[in-house]
T-cell receptor
Framework: ETGVTQTPRHLVMGMTNKKSLKCEQH?????MYWYKQSAKKPLELMFV???????ENNSVPSRFSPECPNSSHLFLHLHTLQPEDSALYLC????????????FGPGTRLLVL | SQQGEEDPQALSIQEGENATMNCSYK?????LQWYRQNSGRGLVHLIL?????REKHSGRLRVTLDTSKKSSSLLITASRAADTASYFC???????????FGKGTHLIIQP
């Protein structure tokens, strides 16, 4: 147990659905991250939030929309996804943005049909 | 790409043997970290070595860092079946806001 929880753990959705992934950290950290892990590819950093301010990776398609209502919660809103978006989505947190040790949640395994 | 590379991509050894994994990176770094991931789960932080350090130990883990060669190695001594997992190096710096991960080494410990 790392102190970072993610729900749901598994999600199957159609390309026209709208769903949200939730992440919560109980560590008092100020930075939170979304990563995408696809088969045979390295972890891809999607979004970084520091003190609820977003630092966006510009290569992320707009069908992924993050939200950070407070420093403990992070959401990833999904809409009109493609089958190639199927992956393990990992949330992480760290004390501060940048080079600190990151603590990961268990991930949400997403399948887009 | 600022991404690092682990080597080998896969490693299978007998229980009790030592396992060595290598990592190379391309940018200047603040620190280099190693993480472990069991199949389909989240990553767990193992050890962090700062750019001004050359070697660090934690239990059965030994990490080295050579900033002149932009490389690091992770040694797991007296391996156990429970060490079976994927191991990733990650580095900070180069202007990135988070960590840049390599593709990982998949380690299998055979009983």
């Amino acid at each position: 147990e790392t102190g970072v929880t993610q729900t749901p753990r598994h999600l199957v959705m159609g390309m026209t659905n709208k769903k949200s992934l939730k992440c919560e950290q109980h560590l008092g950290h100020n930075a939170m991250y979304w990563y995408k892990q696809s088969a045979k590819k390295p972890l891809e950093l999607m979004f970084v939030y520091s003190l609820e301010e977003r630092v966006e990776n510009n290569s992320v398609p707009s069908r992924f929309s993050p939200e950070c209502p407070n420093s403990s919660h992070l959401f990833l809103h999904l809409h009109t996804l493609q089958p190639e978006d199927s992956a393990l989505y990992l949330c992480a947190s760290s004390q501060a943005r940048g080079w600190e040790t990151q603590y990961f949640g268990p991930g949400t395994r997403l399948l887009v049909l | 790409s600022q991404q690092g590379e682990e080597d080998p991509q896969a490693l299978s050894i007998q229980e009790g043997e030592n396992a060595t994994m290598n990592c190379s990176y391309k940018t200047s770094i603040n620190n280099l970290q190693w993480y472990r991931q069991n199949s389909g789960r989240g990553l767990v932080h193992l050890i962090l070595i700062r750019s001004n350090e050359r070697e660090k130990h934690s239990g059965r883990l030994r990490v080295t860092l050579d900033t002149s060669k932009k490389s690091s190695s992770l040694l797991i001594t007296a391996s156990r079946a429970a060490d079976t997992a994927s191991y990733f190096c990650a580095h900070s710096g180069g202007g990135a806001d988070g960590l840049t991960f390599g593709k990982g080494t998949h380690l299998i410990i055979q009983p």
